[in-house]
């Protein structure tokens, strides 16, 4: 590839004509020494400062994922839209929308296909028996499967025979090298054709009949490495998004990569980089260095002619070993010594406003906001700033769109459904704050849909409306329940008030009269009568609920305490009876208790 851009040299000299003596060339700097000419170092350059650069690679990064939003079907029935859901996430859609955003910001071109996985089989020409390609002990001569047949012992060429997955799951997206792409780009019309050109390891493993790579390469790739040729994409299987560039940019149907565009920053962040590393070898640890004085001694003679200095180096290396092994010993030397430390500047001499400024211009002139990267998007502010960036990578989103449209259009003929359209939704954050409580007014004065409202808020109305409605009916349930237990409650409490609950065949009183003569709360009815009724009021009492319960025993309690001793006792007997039961089942087997 041969751009414009690649010409700045040209410039730099048709300007030097016009600078001449008089004035150095402000065109002339190292940078433009260094720019990449073509398409292999091009694209060798944007990957190195993908992975060396993390700041820059981040925020490209946070921006895809910050346009990366739900899925919109329009106004598809709700049955394809679960079918079309599946399929999407099936294929993990979002992350595979995140990797195509990934190499359009690192190389300015994204390259896609869709891969149906697909089952190779070879089959005997004799027999018909079909072998899985994993699992048959083939050779590979002359571009064909030889081996022999283990039904009818048939030795020779088999027959290939390939079963493609049905399984919504089994689709796939294939992102190819922009390394490894050709591409014929008609200037007027626009048109493209695209080729791959097989790496040279894979040609080999293919050659050499690899099981692993022959049971799921296409066969028309095979053919292309059996004639060491390019692999030509039909019109339409190869998906190509690029970053936009100028009109008179003779670019030949590639993007343009954003760090190649802004070449100049990024080689000024990294010189800036540099320095500091040459900063904080050579500077951030000072040199320390100790020797005898330079001073007089006794007598006015200088240490350094009293003594042997290659013993003084010994005698001070010792001290200094002795001292990391033992730092509390004391150490004796007929003089004091001279230490000093030369360097450790590293913190003075570093350029750390100048990284700073130089990755927030790097940031602001490829169209990331400083303060979105940062996180620090002052509420006040944020509506317009995040207005103006989404707008400024509108670009991005369409890319994403006509993606997801084109994998739609493959996948419906593939499978031979009915093609849909398909797009992110619009992003919204805090900056549609006021636009979203508009949208729901509207949706409770009947005039917007509860589908379109609660989109603003990734909000499914479909599953909200069956939450609501079961949850309804499990409040109408639960209420239905509470008023059926709160009757039999008053009823009970009723007859034990009016005396119902009697001896056998004794009527129970009416409303307003007193109990009659031998009723369950007559004083003076004998005990083995108390007893019976005791045996029956458990019975009930035990299917009431706790507070309904409670209350009748406390009336029973004060009107006949006999009979509440008696009762309390019975419904004792019969809760330890059945737990009693219980047991001996779960130890026969019968009942599982919970763990």
């Known amino acids: 590839m041969t751009t414009n851009l690649s010409s700045s040299s040209n410039y730099t000299a048709l300007n030097n004509r016009y600078y001449g003596d008089k004035f150095p060339n402000p065109w002339t700097d190292y940078s433009s020494d260094d720019f990449p000419l073509d398409l292999p170092r091009i694209f060798r350059f944007c990957e190195y400062v993908w992975y060396s650069c993390g700041t820059f690679s981040s925020a490209s990064k946070r921006v895809i994922r910050y346009l990366l939003t739900e899925l919109d079907f329009g106004d598809l029935d709700s049955v394809s ?122 040609k080999e493993h293919v050659r050499r009949g690899d099981k692993f790579y022959l049971e799921d390469t296409p066969w028309e790739l095979v053919d292309a490495v059996r004639n060491d040729g390019l692999f030509v994409f039909y019109p339409g299987k190869l998906h190509h998004a690029k970053e936009p560039t100028l009109a008179g940019v003779e670019n030949r149907g590639w993007g343009i990569p954003r760090a190649l565009a802004h070449f100049k920053q990024v080689w000024y962040c990294q010189m800036l980089r540099k320095a500091n590393e040459a900063i904080s070898l050579d500077w951030i640890f000072p040199l320390r260095i100790i020797a005898p004085p330079a001073g007089g001694g006794a007598g006015g003679i200088e240490p350094a002619r009293q003594i042997n200095l290659g013993d003084f180096k010994s005698n001070v290396n010792s001290i200094i070993d002795a001292h990391r092994r033992n730092p509390n010993r004391y150490y004796v030397l007929p003089f004091p010594l ?67 449209q084109w994998f739609a259009e493959a996948v419906a003929n593939l499978f031979r459904w009915e093609v849909v359209n398909v797009r992110l939704r619009p992003v919204s954050l805090a900056d549609d704050l006021e636009n979203r409580h508009i949208m729901l007014n509207l949706m409770s004065a009947g005039l917007v849909s509860d589908e379109t409202a609660l989109g603003e808020f990734n909000i499914d109305a479909k599953q909200e409306r069956q939450k609501k409605l079961r949850e309804r009916m499990e409040y109408e349930r639960q209420t239905l329940e509470m008023q059926k237990q709160q009757e039999s409650s008053l009823a009970m409490m ?10 056998p065949g004794q009527a129970p009183a009416q409303p307003g ?26 019975q009930q009492l035990l299917s009431m609920p706790y507070t309904p319960r409670r209350q009748l025993l406390n009336r029973i309690r004060e009107s006949d305490p006999t009979l509440h001793a008696l009762v309390t006792q019975r419904m004792d007997t019969i809760r330890s009876q059945t737990n009693t039961a219980a047991g001996e089942a779960a130890r026969q087997g019968q009942l599982a208790l919970p763990a």
């Open 513 to 538: 009269m007193m109990p009659a003569q031998g009723a369950v709360i007559a004083p003076g009815a004998d005990l083995e009568s108390k007893w019976a009724q005791s045996e029956q009021m458990a």
């Open 494 to 503: 009723e007859n034990v008030e009016g005396g119902a609950l009697s001896q």
């Open 81 to 202: 839209r679960d079918k079309w859901q599946e399929l999407m996430d099936g294929a993990g859609i979002l992350s595979t929308l995140g990797e195509i955003g990934d190499n359009f910001l690192a190389y300015g071109n994204a390259f896609s296909s869709i891969y149906q996985p697909f089952k190779r089989f070879l089959q005997c020409p004799k027999c018909g028996r079909e072998i899985p390609l994993s699992e048959a002990d083939y050779t590979f001569e002359h571009w064909s499967f030889v081996m022999t047949c283990p039904r009818c012992k048939y030795h020779g060429e088999f027959r290939r025979h390939d079963v493609r997955h049905t399984d919504l799951k089994s689709v796939k997206v294939k992102i190819w090298s922009p390394h490894d792409i050709s591409m014929i780009w008609h200037p007027v019309s626009q048109r493209a054709k695209y080729a791959w050109k097989p790496p040279a390891a894979f």
């Open 338 to 404: 001279t230490y000093e430390e030369p360097g450790g500047q590293g913190l003075k001499f570093a350029p750390v406003d100048l990284l700073e400024q130089s990755t927030a211009q790097l940031l602001n002139d490829m169209g990331y906001p400083v303060d979105l990267y940062q996180g620090n998007l002052r509420l006040q502010t944020m509506p317009a700033a995040l207005r103006l960036f989404d707008r400024n990578w509108s670009h991005l989103r369409d890319s994403f769109n006509e993606f997801l």
